[in-house]
């Protein structure tokens, strides 16, 4: 009894020992980050909005959140992690706009740099000699690079669907739309990056210059540096968009007219497709969106609850050349087998037509439906196999309703660099293909998390049992194992990497690549 005494106090002791030294090891962080010299500052209460992202699936509070002003504030900050050597458990975590959907921005007792209020370099347009491109931070959301380049008559080339995001931030994943198909991804419209390694070091990167480098950092999931500063490509801009949409019942000829759509030359200047899944009467929905003009149309039209397919077409013009694109859009439409009943047709401007889920996620945010779970799946899809997955997803998973928007659309794969951390289906064409699922957080439901993870689940299953050679988009595992399956043989060009520029895996903890000190 007396020895059973003797061990529990011991124990007890023991215990309050190791939790004494955590605190301690914990509270010394802060005072070690603090002494730090930044321009910027640390914040070490009240951090909570770091633990949130667009998932709203995950919360890992930071121990510290750096505004950083300068290049050199995040520099240093990594490099006094770097200092501090394997046995501190202290990671980095770079955060763009939080726009993520399963913690990737996020680090559990670490630091996260505020991207954001990193200002500099101030926004810069080159226009002399040469291509023209804009020098901006990391940190900027592709809006105010849309608004600022407009100033200049020029534009980005590629875009995402949504330009409240940070350049950081998609070009650590690809940053894929409507335009890849002609102009790849945002990664294959970079010039230049400068980088923050895991070790503290600032690096100017390009195709010319630290190129292994610049290759792993695009797509690179934030694992070998962060992005402080980038070199965009532009072009000329337009002033307006000719907005379309047409239905298809037959998926064949759907996509069939997708990849006649992306193979040519002459063709329009953004191409996406939509499911819409059981839906009826959606396309009086439509009306608010589109010209009245169609409003017979619309009501005559009925989906029966059919699963359908739209395409989504946007063709780029200034107002003095308005007839040509007419006539050329005529032209391009005679060549497509949609329902005929079903074209639609808008006007909008160049800022309207880019900034379009900016408008939609407005009026979510007014009824309070932004801010809840997003379970997303974004799948890349091989060509060959792409009516094998409609079928079982379209026509087998997915019948009653999607709680969300799906799309499908083909890009070409020789509009992205091989060099890139990005990882693709073997194909030259493949399709992207979204699952931009919401779930209602008090529902246990067909529109609850759990039932549509569990469809997510489903597909995933599919996918893997019918060999269909997908790759996910935006991926999340939870184990090494997984990530190296989903690498293949890349993984060890990027296994190489990270032991070159991140050797302590300090960096972008929230995609569970790599452990810190294992
Ligand atoms: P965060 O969520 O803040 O960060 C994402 C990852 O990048 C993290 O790992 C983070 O550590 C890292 N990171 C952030 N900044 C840097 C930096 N400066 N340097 C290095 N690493 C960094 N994607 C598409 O491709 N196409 C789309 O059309 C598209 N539409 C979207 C629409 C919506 C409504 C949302 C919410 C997302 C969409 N996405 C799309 C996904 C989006 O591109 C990614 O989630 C992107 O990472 C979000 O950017 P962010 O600035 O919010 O990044």
């Not at 995040?74 to 046995?87: D, F, Y």
């Not at 955060?95 to 500099?120: D, T, Y």
């Not at 990056?193 to 480098?213: F, I, M, P, R, W």
């Amino acid at each position: 009894h007396i020895n059973l005494l003797f061990t529990r106090s011991f124990m007890i002791m023991l215990l309050s020992f190791i939790a004494i030294q955590l605190n301690l090891c914990f509270s010394n962080i802060p005072s070690s980050l603090t002494t730090i010299n930044v321009n910027g500052h640390f914040s070490f209460t009240n951090n909570e909005f770091a633990a949130k992202d667009y998932g709203n699936q995950y919360q890992f509070l930071p121990l510290a959140v750096l505004h950083p002003k300068s290049v050199s504030d995040i520099a240093k900050t990594v490099r006094h992690v770097w200092e501090l050597g394997p046995s501190s458990e202290l990671t980095v975590a770079a955060r763009g706009h939080g726009h993520s959907i399963q913690g990737q921005a996020q680090a559990h007792h670490g630091v996260v740099i505020n991207m954001e209020s990193l200002k500099s370099p101030k926004m810069h347009f080159h226009l002399g000699d040469g291509l023209p491109f804009v020098d901006v931070s990391g940190g900027e959301l592709w809006i105010n690079i849309l608004h600022e380049s407009l100033k200049y008559g020029l534009t980005p080339k590629s875009w995402t669907d949504y330009l409240h995001l940070s350049v950081g931030g998609t070009l650590s994943n690809a940053g894929i739309s409507g335009q890849a198909f002609r102009h790849g991804p945002q990664i294959s419209n970079v010039h230049q990056l400068e980088v923050v390694t895991g070790k503290g070091e600032v690096v100017t990167c390009s195709e010319q210059q630290n190129a292994d480098l610049f290759s792993g950092v695009l797509g690179g999931l934030g694992q070998y540096g962060i992005i402080t500063r980038a070199k965009i490509s532009l072009e000329p801009a337009s002033q307006m968009v000719k907005w379309i949409r047409v239905v298809y019942s037959d998926f064949s000829t759907f996509t069939r007219d997708q990849e006649h759509l992306i193979s040519s030359e002459n063709t329009f200047d953004y191409i996406e497709g939509l499911v819409l899944v059981n839906r009826t009467g959606v396309l009086n929905n439509w009306r608010s969106s589109f010209n009245p003009k169609y409003d017979e149309q619309a009501s005559r039209f009925r989906s029966e609850g059919r699963t359908l397919f739209c395409l989504e077409l946007a063709k780029y013009f200034n107002p003095d050349n308005i007839v040509e694109t007419n006539e050329e859009i005529e032209s391009l439409l005679s060549e497509l087998k949609y329902i005929p009943s079903t074209l639609f047709m808008t006007q909008v401007t160049y800022v309207e037509f880019l900034d379009r889920v900016h408008t939609a996620e407005i009026k979510l945010q007014e009824k309070g439906l932004w801010d809840v779970p997003h379970p997303w799946l974004n799948l890349l899809v091989p060509r060959s196999k792409i009516h094998k997955f409609a079928d079982e997803v379209f026509g087998n998973i997915l019948v009653d309703t999607s709680n969300g928007p799906v799309l499908v659309y083909p890009v070409n794969k020789s509009k992205w660099s091989n060099m890139t951390s990005a990882v693709l289906p073997e194909e030259d064409i493949f399709y992207l293909v979204a699952f931009l699922s919401q779930a209602n957080p008090l529902s246990t439901g067909k529109d609850g998390l759990e039932h549509i993870l569990s469809l997510n689940k489903r597909i995933l299953d599919f996918c893997e049992e019918a060999q269909l050679g997908v790759k996910q988009y935006l991926a999340h595992y939870a184990t090494q194992d997984e990530w190296r399956a989903h690498f293949g043989q890349r993984w060890e060009t990027f296994q190489r990497r990270k032991m070159a520029y991140d050797p302590l895996a300090i960096l972008a903890p929230g995609h569970r690549i790599f452990q810190k000190g294992v």
